[in-house]
């Protein structure tokens, strides 16, 4: 039966509408995944000689610090991972056990992308233990440490949408972390003897295998006590509230839109997730103006940093602009509205976000001095002055429908990428890199920022021409965008 199961999804991704772009994303993907797991491999070999050069015993030390490893690597499959998905209704009517549908869609995880890359570090690690005469305990830590990545994968799946308590999680373990490296508490006491009783018993490594075994039990449970067409069709009785941003009505049609805009960022679980993501760009800045690390130190990479710190909301909202409305999007073209009225809401929702964003972060003035600051505040001039009309030309290129009720994919979806949307991206970061550099090379930091600040005000101060171009673009791809919301594949 899986082998059925594999043939349908065989067949599901060959015969998709948008298989040759799919085709192109995954031959990218799989280069991109030779590139991890070839830094994996070379972390994982070298590791253990790293740190005893330092005079530090390894495997103590990868135990003191496994534990913010493994809350990393939920964290990144929280947002990343794709969930276990199945399409049920043609199954149901079928003499297909319940338990095998099931099965199935969580076996599809455990051969994911997220589970095999921790096999390049773990395995490498292990050998140079076994080598450096560490005994076959070492098979039963690794083993353990295997158990643990595929609990978390089981654990991600019962918290996936569950936002409340993904973000109550993460705040306690970023707050461990803080009180660490502040000096006020060090969890890694606690934790490092756990993880080290994984090598030094013939026992604790079972832990974590029940662990990874009650995680799929509670899994499959879930999912197959909610394999049905009906699930989540009932609806629940809340208390109606009234939002009718009265005060946006002065601006007509545009407020109209504006208001929709924002009930949308409010109401729904991606736009908030979008939301939410935007604020953490804005501490995006703190790997590179920290100097923690040589490659960001260059002036280019600060003004990379400068445009992602201010530009959160404008690239994680802006990527998917028609997209947000892709629902009811057929309804709206049917009705007499200026698409520019339409094309304008967006663009000044993206110009609120980055101006807010640019606000909040002015702690770097506070913390780094008013240069990187002004690198943020250039970057915010350019992102509303050239940014945002790239983003909104590059979303006449993405036709793919948003489920508004699901949290993830906040990043952004494999029917996003296109040649097109490429090319439109090489000037949102380049462009601005180049002539800071150009300036500061050439003459000081102050002319770098001179000439990144004129190019947003050129490109506000012609918005109307832009605007009008990127309207007609709208209209020519309208019927090609109302056919791929069709899409259900």
Known sequence: MFKHFISLEWKAFTRSASFGSNLVLKILMGLAALYFIACFAIVGTAVFFILKKEGMEPLVTVNKYIIYYLVGDLVIRY????????????????????????????????????????????????????????????????????????SNNFINVLLNNKNSVFYSLLAVVVAFGLAQYCGYFDVTTYTQPFFQGMYATSYLFLLPILLAAATYYFSFDYFKKNLNLDTGLAKKSDEARTENFTWLNQFGTLGTFLKNDIKLLKRNKRSRTTVIMSFLFIFYGLLFFTNSIDAYKSPMMQVFAGIFVSGGFLFTFGQFIPSWDSAYYQLMMSQNIQYREYISSK????????????????????????????????????????????????????????????????????????????????????????????GYTLFSANIGFLFVALAGILGFAFRNYVFKKIEKIYKTEKYATIAAYKQKN
């Open 79 to 150: 947002f990343f991972q794709k969930m276990p998905v199945t399409n049920i209704k043609p199954l149901l009517g079928l003499p297909i056990k319940r338990s095998v549908i099931v099965h199935f869609s969580l076996g599809k995880t455990v051969i994911s992308f997220f589970n095999v890359l921790h096999v390049f570090f773990f395995v490498p690690f292990t050998v140079v233990l076994l080598m450096k005469g560490y005994g076959l305990h070492a098979l039963l830590w690794s083993l353990a440490m295997f158990a643990f990545i595929y």
């Open 347 to 438: 663009w000044w929702l993206m110009v609120i976000g980055t101006v807010i964003a640019t606000i909040i972060a002015s702690f770097y003035w506070i913390f780094f001095g008013w240069q990187i600051y002004m690198l943020i505040v250039v970057g915010a001039i350019y992102n509303i002055g050239v940014n945002s009309h790239l983003v909104m030309l590059g979303g006449a290129f993405v036709k793919t429908p948003i489920d508004l009720a699901m949290a993830n994919k906040a990043f952004g979806d494999k029917q996003a990428f296109n040649v097109k949307t490429m090319l439109i991206a090489i000037p949102k970061l380049l462009v601005p890199m180049l002539l800071y550099y150009i």
